[in-house]
């Protein structure tokens, strides 16, 4: 994903992505991470063990909601 924002903020507007670049390389970036991946928690490195306890409780009744209810990990931005 660094490469990604990288090439979409680039100082010169020539060189910044067009829109279907930037569609297609967050496809493949997306298509190649498991649902596993997909559905996990961002986590600080610092955190506290009390709050990753937290954050991945927190997560976890996400995710079960999500899949219950048949919502993608990461909704695809292709129509």
Do not use: N
């Given at each position: 994903m660094e490469v990604l924002v990288?090439?979409?903020t680039s100082q010169h507007p020539a060189?910044?992505?067009r829109i279907e670049d930037v569609i297609?390389?967050?496809?493949?970036?997306?298509?190649?991470?498991?649902?596993?991946k997909l559905r996990?928690?961002?986590?600080?490195?610092n955190a506290s063990i009390i709050?990753?306890?937290a954050?991945?409780?927190r997560q976890f009744v996400r995710t079960i909601c999500y899949i219950v209810?048949?919502?993608a990990a990461i909704p695809d931005p292709r129509p």
């Open positions: 990288d090439a979409m060189d910044r992505l297609e390389r967050f496809s493949e970036i997306r298509r190649s991470l498991s649902k596993a996990s928690a961002l986590k600080s490195k709050t990753c306890v954050v991945e409780t209810s048949h919502k």
